[in-house]
């Protein structure tokens, strides 16, 4: 028997169920039996949706906890579903819940930013030429669904209707993580084995459009990742800021995070990057469960490849390692330094601009952390700091700092007065080469005893499919023998 012919069950209350049932007899359709909830006992929803095929929810009056409990009826019986309601001011039809378990109300709910919702809500029932075109919605999707013309995968979209302007268009959800579960984070055995593994490199066009479908200011993983007004020069700029995984509700979003780079192309991917660790940071405690000590002290990489997660991620342990450092109550030693000789074209660029607007800077190397090398620019009144691989990487992120006037030390560092100050050549850093940098750094950390951990993060349940990898990275502590 067809899903036609055994007929759709409609369960609700208010304008738009009423509209369904009157657009749905007056387009020639037959066998909706509708079933309005009544009274204080709790209905045997699972009996109640057995017989039908296709099961709607429509509800003018926003009822959380009912669909809730339709939709697991529905999940039980392996019934398709679509949910039209209104709530907070909005009006909402899908995703479609198929039987296979995909297209969760809750992962739409909770992917949906809290901004798309009207601040002040008012008091006046949903208009009935609203609930006409939700209703004439909900029979166009329900017709595609039994004839399988689908030109749109609804389980995986959403549809949000603005009941003034009566203005409204379809939005892509990702399955949210804390809906559709996730992989527990495990370790990775043989980290020189997995980094040696060749990659193609993925291309920018690529990357592109993969942040660009992450990027959505109604459901996105990133409420923005763009340019802005941010001034592009002397270092291009871009931003991003991230919804947050662990609302409950509506996503929140969190704070905005600008990166910089030389091109156009540089800061959209490190700004990209950034927020997907952003992003992933918020639920270390979900991918950690079973590992309490490690979800404090674990650092999120993510990246195109293992090596530049992993690498990432090692960067992102060295300026935790530094903050540490610089709020310890130990003063923070530093020796001048001279650099007649730069290799390096970044760090050349860098420095040049850094002279033309803000006149000449002061280098310093600080006392190395856990074996790398820390790196110091005084400009414009400020201490810049940073720790990284490479006392070429450290020196141009401390120059970006200072360029991008970000991450300011409160603490001033105290010079060794009674040394010359040192020449050093800066070599070049191009190609950035992450596989011979961290098999180098495990070296650097086991003479501080101190060893490498990386745990391997199942990135589609977070993102969905795409060239992204995430990585959590611990620096622990060796193991005597």
Request: proline residues 5%; aromatic residues 8%; contains cysteine.
């Amino acid at each position: 028997m067809s899903l036609q012919e055994e007929g759709t069950l409609a369960i609700g209350s208010g304008r738009i169920l009423l509209s369904l049932a009157e657009s749905w007899y007056e387009s020639g359709l037959s066998k909706l039996k509708v079933y309005s909830a009544e009274g204080d006992e709790e209905p045997n929803w699972r009996a109640i949706v057995r017989p039908f095929q296709f099961i709607v929810y429509a509800s003018e009056h926003g009822d959380l906890e009912e669909l809730r409990r339709v939709q697991h009826a529905c999940i039980a019986e392996r019934k398709q579903m679509l949910p039209a309601i209104a709530i907070r001011g909005m009006g909402m039809v899908g995703p479609l819940l198929h039987p296979d378990e995909d297209g969760h109300w809750e992962s739409a709910w909770m992917r949906i930013h809290s901004s798309v919702f009207p601040k002040k809500q008012t008091l006046e029932v949903f208009s009935t030429a609203a609930a006409g075109i939700l209703s004439n919605l909900i029979i166009h999707i329900w017709h595609k669904a039994i004839t399988g013309e689908h030109e749109l995968d609804y389980r995986n979209q959403c549809f949000l209707l603005d009941p003034v302007t009566l203005t409204g268009s379809w939005h892509s959800i990702l399955p949210h993580p804390l809906v559709s579960g996730n992989d527990a984070a495990r370790p990775v055995t043989n980290l020189a084995l997995s980094l040696g593994i060749n990659h193609e490199q993925v291309s920018p066009e690529v990357w592109f459009n993969a942040f660009n479908q992450l990027t959505s200011k109604v459901t996105g993983i990133f409420h923005a990742w763009e340019e802005a007004d941010l001034i592009q020069l002397p270092l291009a700029q871009c931003l991003v800021q991230p919804a947050d995984p662990l609302s409950k509700e509506p996503a929140h979003l969190l704070p905005t995070i600008v990166r910089s780079g030389l091109t156009h192309v540089e800061a959209r991917l490190e700004s990209g990057l950034a927020g997907l660790e952003a992003y992933v940071a918020r639920i270390i405690p979900l991918l950690f469960t079973g590992l309490p000590p490690l979800q404090e002290g674990t650092s999120i990489g993510a990246g195109c490849d293992i090596t530049e997660a992993v690498g990432r991620g090692l960067r992102a342990c060295l300026t935790k390692e530094l903050g540490k450092r610089i709020l310890s109550d130990e003063p923070t030693v530093v020796q001048r330094i001279a650099c007649s000789q730069i290799e390096d074209g970044r760090c050349l660029y860098y420095l040049q601009a850094l002279t033309i607007l803000d006149g000449e800077s002061l280098i310093a190397v600080g006392e190395p952390l856990l074996g790398f090398p820390t790196v110091w620019i005084y400009s414009d009144s400020s201490w810049y700091g940073s720790a990284d691989l490479s006392f070429t990487l450290a020196l141009r992120q401390s120059l970006q700092k200072a360029l991008s006037k970000t991450e300011r030390t409160a603490v001033s560092p105290v010079f060794f007065e009674d040394h010359e100050v040192k020449d050093i050549t800066i070599s070049d850093g191009e190609p950035l080469s992450y596989h011979s940098l961290i098999l180098s750094a495990i070296e650097t950390l086991k003479q501080c005893d101190k060893r490498l951990e990386v745990f391997e993060l199942h990135s589609e349940p977070l993102w969905g499919k795409g060239p992204f990898v995430a990585y959590g990275v611990v620096l622990g502590e060796e193991e005597s023998l």
